[in-house]
């Protein structure tokens, strides 16, 4: 069974619109990620949580917030959606400490913009 | 800033041909960087294939080595024979041995394998 669970799996959204990726993880870890490729890219850190807390925000967008309404959850708001947006997003976790750069990942949710 | 650049896909590999996909890197902020590759089998999310923390060190798992050259920024990933079930994307990743899991990863390649 998959230990980390986002959903949608694929998501279509018109440009301007808002959506909400969502990430739960049943590892016990207590620190959340969520990373982003776009095509052709490689994989980008977008933020870190840590005990629901944001520790590190590496989006130039405040379009994009992250919410963490429990400890096992960080989901993801992209506001005004672009056509840049189009990305697959992935969620990951880990056990904050000497453990923290072994990440497990989710299976991603693939966003189009039109 | 720190960044990643590996071979870019797809590669395309005849089962018990042997693979080497490269990677090397860049760390302006941390002289000795946390290596790791990392793995996505279709359907899947990305799991850690292997990592290595000390330069001149190699790390191995299920028949892929990979080894921390300092000298050269590299950390090939290599196997000898490959299967058909290796069939996959692999990441190569740059961290900075911090708290918290922020790793700069490459942009994955494609390994196809052909039984």
């Known amino acids: 069974d998959p230990k980390i669970i986002q959903k949608p799996k694929y998501l279509v959204a018109v440009t301007g619109s808002e959506k909400i990726l969502i990430c739960e993880q049943y590892?016990?870890?207590?620190?959340m990620y969520w990373y982003r490729q776009s095509a052709k890219k490689p994989l980008e850190f977008m933020f870190s949580?840590?005990?629901?807390?944001?520790?590190d925000n590496q989006t130039a967008s405040s379009r994009f917030q992250p919410q963490s309404s429990k400890k096992n959850h960080l989901d993801l708001q992209i506001t005004a959606l672009k056509p840049d947006d189009s990305a697959t997003y992935f969620c990951?976790?880990?056990?904050?400490?000497?453990?923290?750069?072994?990440?497990?990942f989710g299976s991603g949710t693939r966003l189009t913009v039109l | 800033g720190d960044s990643v650049t590996q071979t870019e896909g797809p590669v395309t590999v005849s089962e018990s041909e042997s693979l080497i996909i490269n990677c090397t890197y860049s760390?302006?902020?941390?002289?000795?960087?946390?290596l790791f590759w990392y793995v996505r089998y279709p359907g899947e999310g990305l799991q850690l294939l292997l990592k290595?923390?000390?330069?001149?060190q190699k790390g191995s798992s299920r028949g892929f080595e990979a080894t921390y050259n300092k000298e050269t920024t590299s950390f090939h990933l290599q196997k000898a024979s490959v299967q058909e079930s290796d069939s996959a994307v692999y990441y190569c990743?740059?961290?900075?041995?911090?708290?918290?899991?922020?790793?700069?990863f490459g942009a994955g390649t494609q390994l196809i394998v052909i039984p």
């Open positions: 990951a976790s880990s056990q904050e400490g000497t453990g923290a750069e072994t990440l497990y």
């Open positions: 590892l016990g870890h207590n620190a």
């Open positions: 949580y840590s005990y629901q807390k944001l520790m």
């Open positions: 760390a302006t902020s941390i002289a000795y960087p946390n």
């Open positions: 290595v923390i000390t330069a001149g």
């Open positions: 990743a740059l961290g900075r041995g911090s708290a918290l899991g922020r790793l700069h």
